[in-house]
């Protein structure tokens, strides 16, 4: 009936103007973020009368510190080898070009040029750290290098952030054989290595045994990283690989190699239950108690538990291989360890206390993956941990202000010059604010919950929910996991970029050529 219709279309048109109005609005708002962050305002200069602050690195940690900083309460200097910050949840997407490496990355000078009083950056590695005469000592890494290329940095206060190194537990022919996936160059790497395995095992002439041995990847660990790499090749192979080399795809296999008796330990028991059910229908193999104890060019041998106890020793050949069994300490934080006699019984990082200061110095705290504070290595511990330093710093800026201004008034008052009341009364106005920001709470970490991208679409999340706990898998999770991810991406940048990659990889595919 005619009425009814009307109705219909006003409604409709209504929601029409509605979704343009939003989408103009969201436009409009993404040209202002821009422009913002094209345009910051002008700095000035760090006052070289205030402390020294050093940080070191540029990961989660630094960066989270970096970002909430009121940088003009003291010099800041940061140095790190990398200069720039990197969203790692997506880096396995790098290794098979779903996203390009550099919409990941964003660089640490465009983040210091947005604070407002200037900071220095100085792209280095720390070579160690002397708590006694409070320098550190830098040594320039990178190919090029000028007439200096090691030097020392005084502080007052020092920040530690560099995180962890991968661990092979001392295994022989790990490091020779293996790719890692921490960094950019890893994942460029393994990005590389899978496409000369393709191309060689479609190699003229290539027997079945070496085109079974190439198209066979392997991944060693069976955590997060392990399990997220394998999902994201198993995707690679099966919408690229598989149309483009069909006479070798038959033969492309990959193995996920676990010593403990599940993938994701830390995991909720049902989304473990899940997580293996869907990697076995996406026809990944995986070998749990199975403990890899050497590695040859092209061979893997492991240990496998047999259900009466005994042990089996099996030999693995393998085209790629991927370690990525967790972390280890780096050697700058090993030998921190050894200079500070309270420190003698860390083995897994510096140990820190409730405000991050570690044990047994004075002015030095550590966050992130090299520091040990009681919670898992992730992303969210570090940037919560470097949240709670900047709060810290801050506050700890505003006391001396305003220590310095009460003891200012009160020698007013003494002298009995000016306005005595006035000035009594800001006394207590500060006091007030001093106690305040004093009562500084320890650190806390809150856990939002775990997520892991487990191929074909799919995602597991052990996320917290009201007071509870909720562990949901599949392709709605995995539509959270990719909203979640996106949101949390560095910058405005970051987050057009990693969607632009995403529509171009649907749309044309991911781009196989090996650069
Ligand atoms: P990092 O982020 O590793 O940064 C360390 C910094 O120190 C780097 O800039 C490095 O260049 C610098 N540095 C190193 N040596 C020195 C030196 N000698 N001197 C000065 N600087 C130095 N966690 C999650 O919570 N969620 C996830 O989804 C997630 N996904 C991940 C995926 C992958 C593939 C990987 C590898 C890790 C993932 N993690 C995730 C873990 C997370 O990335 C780490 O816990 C986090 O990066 C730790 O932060 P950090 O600041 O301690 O160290
Ligand atoms: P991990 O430490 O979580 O897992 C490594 C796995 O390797 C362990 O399960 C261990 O049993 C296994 N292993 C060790 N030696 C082995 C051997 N010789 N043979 C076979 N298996 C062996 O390491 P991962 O995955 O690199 O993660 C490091 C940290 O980063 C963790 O804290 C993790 O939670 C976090 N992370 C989080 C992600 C997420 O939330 N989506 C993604 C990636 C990492």
Same mark, same amino acid.
């Given at each position: 009936?005619?009425?009814?219709?009307?109705?219909?279309?006003?409604?409709?048109?209504?929601?029409?103007?509605? &979704?343009?109005?939003?989408?103009?609005?969201?436009?409009?708002?993404?040209?202002?973020?821009?422009?913002?962050?094209?345009?910051?305002?002008?700095?000035?200069?760090?006052?070289?009368?205030?402390?020294?602050?050093?940080?070191?690195?540029?990961?989660?940690?630094?960066?989270?510190l970096l970002k909430k900083l009121d940088t003009e309460n003291y010099n800041v200097v940061v140095v790190s080898p990398r200069n720039y910050f990197l969203f790692t949840p997506l880096l396995p997407s790098c290794t098979t070009g779903t996203i390009e490496h550099r919409s990941i990355m964003e660089p640490v000078r465009t983040i210091l040029r947005h604070k407002k009083a200037a900071?220095?950056?100085?792209?280095?590695?720390?070579?160690?750290?002397?708590?006694?005469?409070?320098?550190?000592?830098?040594?320039?890494?990178?190919?090029?290098?000028?007439?200096?290329?090691?030097?020392?940095?005084?502080?007052?206060?020092l920040v530690i952030g560099v995180g962890a190194?991968?661990?092979?537990?001392?295994?022989?022919?790990?490091?020779?054989?293996?790719?890692?996936?921490?960094?950019?160059?890893?994942?460029?790497?393994?990005?590389?290595?899978?496409?000369?395995?393709?191309?060689?095992?479609?190699?003229?002439?290539?027997?079945?045994?070496?085109?079974?041995?190439?198209?066979?990847?392997?991944?060693?660990?069976?955590?997060?990283?392990?399990?997220?790499?394998?999902?994201?090749?198993?995707?690679?192979?099966?919408?690229?690989?598989?149309?483009l080399v069909p006479e070798i795809s038959p033969r492309f296999k990959v193995t996920l190699i676990e010593a403990l008796p599940n993938v994701l330990p830390s995991f909720s028991k049902q989304l473990i239950d899940y997580t293996e059910n869907t990697l076995r229908e996406e026809k990944i193999d995986i070998k749990t108690k199975t403990m890899v104890k050497r590695v040859t060019e092209t061979t893997v041998e492991a240990e496998v538990s047999r259900p009466d106890g005994g042990k089996e020793r099996m030999t693995i050949p393998y085209g790629l291989l991927v370690w990525a069994t967790g972390n280890a300490v780096r050697p700058i934080i090993k030998d921190l360890i050894l200079r500070i006699p309270a420190q003698k019984d860390s083995r897994r990082g510096l140990a820190v206390n409730e405000y991050l200061v570690v044990q047994g110095t004075r002015d030095i705290w550590a966050i992130g993956d090299?520091?040990?504070?009681?919670?898992?290595?992730?992303?969210?511990?570090?940037?919560?941990?470097?949240?709670?330093?900047?709060?810290l710093f801050n506050n700890m800026a505003k006391t001396e202000t305003h220590e310095a201004r009460i003891q200012e008034l009160s020698s007013k008052l003494n002298?009995?010059?000016?306005?005595?009341?006035?000035?009594a009364q800001e006394i207590e106005s500060l006091e007030r604010q001093l106690r305040r920001i004093k009562d500084i709470k320890p650190f806390r970490y809150s856990h939002q919950g775990s997520l892991a991208y487990i191929g074909s679409e799919k995602a597991v999340a052990?996320?917290?929910?009201?007071?509870?706990?909720?562990?949901?898998?599949?392709?709605? &999770?995995?539509?959270?996991?990719?909203?979640?991810?996106?949101?949390?991406?560095?910058?405005t940048r970051n987050r057009v970029l990693v969607i632009l990659d995403w529509l171009k990889s649907k749309a044309f595919g991911r781009d196989v050529s090996r650069e």
């Open positions: 009936p005619k009425p009814k219709s009307g109705k219909l279309r006003r409604t409709l048109r209504w929601a029409w103007r509605l &979704t343009y109005v939003s989408a103009a609005g969201l436009v409009g708002y993404t040209c202002y973020i821009v422009y913002e962050d094209r345009h910051p305002e002008p700095q000035f200069e760090a006052d070289p009368t205030k402390k020294t602050l050093v940080v070191l690195g540029t990961g989660w940690g630094s960066v989270a900071v220095k950056f100085y792209e280095a590695e720390a070579s160690s750290i002397d708590p006694e005469r409070k320098v550190i000592k830098i040594v320039d890494s990178s190919e090029v290098k000028g007439a200096t290329s090691e030097t020392e940095i005084p502080y007052d206060m190194e991968n661990a092979t537990f001392g295994i022989p022919g790990v490091r020779e054989n293996s790719c890692f996936l921490k960094e950019i160059g890893d994942a460029q790497q393994i990005r590389k290595k899978i496409m000369d395995c393709v191309e060689t095992a479609a190699f003229k002439g290539q027997t079945v045994e070496e085109v079974d041995r190439l198209m066979h990847m392997v991944v060693v660990g069976g955590g997060p990283t392990g399990v997220e790499f394998a999902g994201e090749l198993q995707d690679f192979f099966e919408e690229d690989i598989k149309k090299c520091a040990v504070a009681g919670y898992a290595p992730t992303a969210q511990v570090a940037s919560q941990e470097g949240n709670f330093l900047a709060r002298l009995q010059s000016g306005n005595s009341a006035e000035a052990d996320v917290s929910w009201w007071n509870g706990n909720l562990a949901t898998g599949g392709s709605m &999770t995995y539509f959270f996991w990719r909203s979640a991810y996106l949101s949390m991406c560095f910058s």
